[in-house]
């Protein structure tokens, strides 16, 4: 899939609901400033079922007046994006439109384009590569012979299970409400030869006291109830919620010595891949961190 031409003003917008207090706006912004690029990032809140119908108008009449560059897909549209892609040719395993097959979860749409005319949209998920990176930041880049536990059973823990079995994890604890609302986390997990357990929501506290590494999935609040657990200074944490400061969860992990990850920096990571897609440019990454601050 060729990239945006650069000579061409775009403009790019998160898609969700909702996503009035999304940081994406900002760090794309940055970004553009960065690349000298005048492109315009914006919201535009869809709600669940209707994102076929705006991505026809996206695809027919822009954004704002200006041929569309690419979309952020956030909760609850991740499954629906990847629906509304069509392959790329891709025979990369690792590629962001191959990570989102395998994740069954999309959180980027960029247009297929021939000589300016759209043919659809292509999936890609960069959600993985801002896990793997943010714990990278921490040196936490290898989770072979670690106890390994996700909590949560949405798009956002797959994408989870597939970073941390890209990590080198064989085994996954999923802590989650349900398990029959984890079945699409088992898909995953068998897709990529991991051995995945459920683990029943009432022991929540128990199975992050004995984890080496953790990745909290779920909203803001949900957890904060183990943030009386006594944590050791060889786990690691990352929680995917980002709100101003960091979430009780994190300081509990970090009183304790732990390894606190904010998923500030998952949002940081994964933006920078979505301007590479968008933009055919990689930005500097201090110029977006710059925003978050």
Not at 18 to 41: E, F, Q, T
Not at 161 to 183: E, F, H, K, P
Request: charged residues 20%; proline residues 5%.
């Amino acid at each position: 899939m060729p990239a945006a031409p650069s000579g061409v003003r775009r403009a790019c917008a998160v898609v969700g609901s909702p996503v009035d207090r999304s940081l994406s706006p900002a760090l794309h912004a940055a970004a553009y400033a960065d690349l000298g690029l005048d492109w315009v990032y914006t919201r535009r809140e869809v709600t669940r079922g209707t994102l076929a119908h705006h991505l026809r108008r996206f695809a027919t009449y822009g954004i704002d007046d200006l041929p569309c560059g690419g979309l952020s897909v956030t909760m609850p549209l991740k499954t629906e994006a990847l629906r509304a892609g069509v392959p790329d040719g891709s025979v990369d395993g690792v590629s962001t439109h191959a990570l989102a097959q395998w994740a069954r979860s999309a959180n980027t749409l960029i247009p297929w384009l021939e000589r300016e005319h759209q043919l659809g949209w292509v999936a890609h998920n960069t959600d993985i590569d801002g896990i793997r990176r943010a714990f990278a930041e921490y040196d936490v880049t290898d989770a072979r012979e670690r106890r390994v536990c996700v909590i949560g059973s949405g798009d956002t823990a797959s994408s989870a299970i597939v970073a941390l079995t890209l990590m080198g994890a064989s085994q996954i604890r999923l802590v989650a409400r349900s398990r029959d609302r984890a079945d699409t986390a088992f898909e995953v997990a068998e897709r990529g030869d991991l051995e995945l357990t459920y683990v029943p929501w009432e022991r929540l506290a128990s199975e992050v006291m004995a984890a080496d590494l953790t990745v909290s999935t779920v909203p803001p609040g949900v957890v904060d109830g183990i943030a009386g657990t006594r944590f050791g200074p060889d786990q690691t944490v990352l929680d995917v919620a980002y709100t101003q400061g960091p979430t009780p969860l994190l300081d509990a992990v970090r009183r304790d010595g732990g390894t606190a990850v904010p998923g500030v920096l998952m949002l940081l990571h994964q933006a920078v891949v979505q301007v590479e897609l968008m933009t055919g440019r990689t930005p500097d990454i201090e110029a977006m961190r710059a925003v978050l601050r």
